[in-house]
């Protein structure tokens, strides 16, 4: 009878034991999955940090390529502006000469 119980009560602590290892195991494979899983987020965020300075790259070289464009931009309607009161004064110029 007491052979019994303890035979029961071994293949119970056994089959818990057993239980236990497998939640163990089962717990290290969601632990390697989730550090995979972490592993891949940080490269990709590497990924998009890389893209986003390359990108923020561009956008610097445009705004200073736009910049010299729009300043050659003001220079060149200067020199219309500059132009026209030139033709303003040169027509003047024959208006009076044809007067005279």
């Excluded at 089959?15 to 290892?21: L, N």
């Excluded at 200073?64 to 502006?81: A, F, Q, W």
């Amino acid at each position: 009878m007491l052979q019994k119980r303890l035979d029961i009560q071994n293949q119970n602590e056994t089959r818990q034991h057993d239980d236990t290892m497998k939640e163990i195991a089962s717990f290290k494979k969601q632990v390697d999955e989730l550090k995979r899983y972490v592993r891949q987020l940080e490269q990709d965020n590497d990924k998009l940090e890389r893209s986003y300075r390359a990108s923020q790259a561009s956008i610097d070289d445009f705004e200073t390529k736009l910049n010299g464009v729009i300043e050659r931009n003001v220079i060149l309607e200067g020199e219309l502006d500059e132009k026209d009161q030139y033709k303003a004064i040169i027509q003047r110029m024959r208006d009076e000469t044809r007067g005279n």
